[in-house]
Every structure is written in structure tokens, then in C-alpha cells.
């Protein structure tokens, strides 16, 4: 089981920065990909930015630019460094990680949500 401890989360007023975290823990054999996701007005949440374990990156073409997805590797670590925020960008984000075990079967897991709101 891996549990996924999002933080850094918060009020920011719009232009500024906030940047998450997002932890995994638990009986890890090794992380795939990681993401972030928000929440959105419809029914499916919304691929914010995703990173593979070699690095590799991808983002929602409304973050290109502003935001940078990251990760520690050693630590199982995803960040998301958001800048230039917008009211927009106000939303409950969604960490998100592939885990693989050693008989290599991949489970996916989200974090609890964190809320970022950005006042205007």
C-alpha cells in the first residue's frame, strides 16, 4: 500500500506563487509516473502536468509556462511550482502516482487534495 501526502496548498493573490508537494510513502518498490490533476467544473478531474520517472514532462496547454512539474526520485517526491497565477487557476489539486511492485503489477493512488485559491 502507498498513501500520498499532498501540501502547500493555500490563498495567493493572482501573478503570485505557491508551490505543492506531494509525498508517496509506504511499501515502495518504485514510482512510475507522477501528476498533478485538478478538479475542475465537470464530472472527470483535469490532467494538470505529469512527470515520468526518467523525468520526462507534460503539461495542460492552460499551465504551459507557468507551472513546472518536478520530482525527487530518492525522496518519491512530486512538486508543482506554480507561477503568474490566475483566479482560473482557483481549484482542489489532485497528486497522483503509479506505483509498480516487484512482480510488476502497477496500482495507481491519489492524494487527499490540497486547495489553491488565487484571488483576483
Known amino acids: 500500500q502507498v498513501q500520498l501526502v499532498e501540501s502547500g496548498g493555500g490563498l495567493v493573490q493572482s501573478g503570485g506563487s505557491l508551490r505543492l508537494s506531494c509525498a508517496a510513502s509506504?511499501?515502495?518498490?518504485?514510482?512510475?509516473?507522477m501528476a498533478w490533476y485538478r478538479q475542475g467544473s465537470g464530472l472527470q478531474r483535469e490532467e494538470v502536468a505529469i512527470i515520468t520517472s526518467g523525468g520526462s514532462t507534460n503539461y495542460a496547454d492552460s499551465v504551459k509556462g507557468r507551472f513546472t512539474i518536478s520530482r525527487d526520485n530518492a525522496k518519491n517526491t512530486v512538486y508543482l511550482q506554480m507561477n503568474s497565477l490566475k483566479p482560473e487557476d482557483t481549484d482542489v489539486y489532485y497528486c497522483?502516482?503509479?506505483?509498480?511492485?516487484?512482480?510488476?503489477?502497477?496500482?495507481?493512488?491519489w492524494g487527499q487534495g490540497t486547495q489553491v485559491t488565487v484571488s483576483s
Open positions: 497522483y502516482a503509479v506505483h509498480l511492485t516487484g512482480r510488476g503489477i502497477q496500482y495507481s493512488y
Open positions: 509506504g511499501s515502495i518498490f518504485k514510482i512510475n509516473n
